[in-house]
């Protein structure tokens, strides 16, 4: 039929990824993604966003003498 001659007709200029390097490319990283690792990175990175907001909300309350190389030593060490 002329419907089935169409859609031939159109799925022929469709670029396949062995014709098209770029959509082999974009073919091998969806293939090749993990996202159990992108995953395990943002929760390291949020992991250390927390602790960096808490170690500034401590330095906030504490009240340092900032001329003592003693007390600098402390802090350094926490």
Do not use: H, W
């Amino acid at each position: 039929s002329g419907c089935s001659s169409l859609v031939s007709l159109y799925f022929f200029f469709i670029p396949t990824a062995s014709t098209n390097p770029k959509a082999a490319l974009k073919s091998k990283i969806v293939a090749e993604f993990r996202p159990q690792s992108l995953i395990d990175e943002l929760l390291l990175y949020k992991r250390s966003e927390d602790q960096i907001e808490l170690k500034e909300k401590q330095l906030s309350t504490m009240r340092v003498d900032v001329c003592s190389t003693e007390t600098l030593k402390c802090l350094k060490g926490k």
